[in-house]
């Protein structure tokens, strides 16, 4: 069945765009087709994220109906495919937000899953994304602000019909001052997908212009990221075979 996810929160900074590129990368690791939309026009990151910060053919490009849809599509060495938008401040002002929802059925036909980054927050140029949505995924910290502005949105889905599939929970540091994964569930009234840890690996990966899936395979946040995919599919997978063995532990810990 075809579909269209939108990664959304209520706030920047919470690790929205890591989510949309790992978790693409996640169900692509499990043999799914996968196309990640760079939905955020104002603040564009999925491009510097995966290699790809300026193309000739952008999402821009074709919102202004200078090409086709299936031009501005872009593939990473590790197989994952991307349309970025333009980091351009000039093209964003010759944008039209409302042909974004037009691309929804020209969306459908290029893949069997479709990942959306939306901008943050609740602006006009969120909504434009989340009206797109099959289904929206929130991402968002466990702290009091982020899950707020989270539960807005979640107000705002249900207001359009849209369902909501559930919250990642990132940046999980496991201490005594962030919210329980049952105290988030409990707010926002919906499914808690998986807790993403702090974790160094995760801005390795950025710096390498790449997901952690596919540069550090073994670690928490890539194994916390497939086990997510893992549940969407409704496939077996135990992210304890892939941790990393006792020594390797203990030589990561002396370096």
């Known amino acids: 069945m075809k579909k269209i996810i939108v990664i959304s929160s209520g ?14 990368a996640a169900m692509n690791h499990f043999g799914k087709d996968v196309v990640i939309v760079d939905g955020n026009l104002s603040t564009p990151n999925i491009g510097i994220h995966l290699n790809s910060p300026e193309v000739p053919i952008s999402l821009n490009d074709v919102l202004k109906k200078r090409a086709e849809l299936n031009e501005a599509i872009y593939q990473h060495h590790s197989g994952l495919k991307i349309i970025p938008s333009s980091l351009s401040i000039k093209e964003l002002k010759k944008t039209k937000l409302k042909r974004l929802k037009e691309l929804k059925k020209e969306l459908n036909k290029l893949s069997e899953h479709i990942i959306i980054d ?10 434009s994304a989340i009206e797109m949505a099959d289904e ?32 990642i929970v990132t940046r999980v540091r496991q201490d ?20 993403i840890p702090e974790d ?3 801005k390795k990966a950025v710096n390498e212009k790449n997901s952690v899936i596919h540069t550090h395979p073994r670690s ?6 497939k086990e997510i995919a893992a549940r969407l599919f409704d496939i077996e997978y135990d992210s304890r075979k892939e941790r990393p063995s006792f020594l390797k532990r203990i030589f990561k810990k002396e370096k």
Do not use: C, H
């Open 11 to 24: 706030k920047g900074g919470v690790g929205k765009t890591t989510t949309a590129v790992n978790l693409g």
């Open 220 to 225: 928490k946040p890539a194994r916390a990221y």
């Open 118 to 127: 939306s901008a943050a927050g609740l602006g006009e140029e969120a909504i």
């Open 176 to 195: 005594k001052i962030e919210l329980q994964p049952e105290t988030v569930k409990e707010m926002l009234e919906v499914p808690v997908m998986g807790m």
């Open 200 to 202: 160094i690996t995760i």
């Open 136 to 167: 929206l995924i929130l991402v968002t910290n466990p702290e009091m602000p982020a899950i707020t502005d989270a539960l807005k949105t979640i107000k705002l889905a249900e207001q359009q019909k849209i369902p909501v599939t559930g919250v």
